[in-house]
T-cell receptor, first 111, second 112 residues
Framework: RKEVEQDPGPFNVPEGATVAFNCTYSNSASQSFFWYRQDCRKEPKLLMSVYSSGNEDGRFTAQLNRASQYISLLIRDSKLSDSATYLCVVTIYSSASKIIFGSGTRLSIRP | DAEITQSPRHKITETGRQVTLACHQTWNHNNMFWYRQDLGHGLRLIHYSYGVQDTNKGEVSDGYSVSRSNTEDLPLTLESAASSQTSVYFC???????????FGQGTRLTVV
């Protein structure tokens, strides 16, 4: 079983729609959580951190559920420019930290 | 501004050759990572380092090596390049627990 699992998509939604992604992680030692965005053939870029209390950045809301070991990302009023692959990222701390990436969820926004 | 840079951006090499990909960061981060990403797939961890003289194997380390002689650099060496190592390679660094990672722009490697 992969340490971090995401629905690969693709999600194809109209502009202005609300879309949500989920991600599950298997290692209970996981302590930091992030969402990254990756555009085609480019490097991943940090979108936002994820906290148990939930956090919001404009149209983006991230949530962590430690009990169920899943992370979510909600995008409201989606724009064409939101089309990208969204990567769920977990940092695991044992004797040292390790960053594990999910395989990503592809999102395509249509006009 | 602090940054992380990879070189070369593109490289074509022949099977069996030794190849070294450079990664240099000016964030002064202790943690550095190498990933490969194959077309249509996610990132897979090759090697990582938590500080000078520290190196660790990731999930796909066979055929690759790294060394960390200073904080800024983590070069990735393919000992004897194989066609299966044709991929895009990303280097990343992070400050440590709780901090996100920052990525270089990637090196597109083709082994012919």
């Amino acid at each position: 079983r992969k340490e971090v699992e995401q629905d690969p998509g693709p999600f194809n939604v109209p502009e202005g729609a609300t879309v949500a992604f989920n991600c599950t992680y298997s290692n209970s030692a996981s302590q930091s959580f992030f969402w990254y965005r990756q555009d085609c053939r480019k490097e991943p870029k940090l979108l936002m951190s994820v906290y148990s209390s939930g956090n919001e950045d404009g149209r983006f809301t991230a949530q962590l559920n430690r009990a169920s070991q899943y992370i979510s990302l909600l995008i409201r009023d989606s724009k064409l420019s939101d089309s990208a692959t969204y990567l769920c990222v977990v940092t695991i701390y044992s004797s040292a930290s390790k960053i594990i990436f999910g395989s990503g969820t592809r999102l395509s926004i249509r006009p | 501004d602090a940054e992380i840079t990879q070189s070369p951006r593109h490289k074509i090499t022949e099977t069996g050759r030794q190849v070294t990909l450079a990664c240099h960061q000016t964030w002064n981060h202790n943690n550095m990572f190498w990933y490969r990403q194959d077309l249509g797939h996610g990132l897979r961890l090759i090697h990582y380092s938590y500080g000078v003289q520290d190196t660790n194997k990731g999930e796909v380390s066979d055929g690759y090596s790294v060394s960390r002689s200073n904080t800024e650099d983590l070069p990735l060496t393919l000992e004897s390049a194989a066609s299966s190592q044709t991929s895009v390679y990303f280097c990343a660094s992070s400050a440590g627990p709780g901090g996100g990672a920052f990525f270089g722009q990637g090196t597109r490697l083709t082994v012919v």
